[in-house]
């Protein structure tokens, strides 16, 4: 996955906020995954406008510390998952 990848969320997947959970889920066919705050986070960015290096940015921003490298990793099981496409920067 490069900086300049675009990542998306997949067709087949959406992510809401569950009001029982109090939450941000991710709702995929017969799974749903509850978000910590910070996969609610990059989530969030993933809507195929933002590049990869550009919601490191953004979250960098937001919470001061940010490993690159824990958000590439996120990212990349979820691609993997195939929860989450990428279109080219």
Not at 30 to 53: F, I, P, Q, W, Y
Request: charged letters at 30%.
């Amino acid at each position: 996955m490069s900086g300049s990848d675009r990542p998306r969320l997949a067709r087949h997947v959406r992510l809401t906020f569950c009001r029982t959970r109090q939450r941000k889920v991710l709702l995929h066919p017969e799974t749903v995954v509850v978000l910590n705050g910070s996969g609610a986070a990059v989530l969030e960015l993933c809507d195929g406008r933002h590049t990869v290096a550009e919601i490191v940015t953004e979250l960098g921003a937001r919470y001061q510390t940010v490993p690159e490298g824990e958000v590439r990793q996120f990212l990349d099981r979820l691609v993997a998952r195939r929860w989450l496409e990428l279109g080219d920067g």
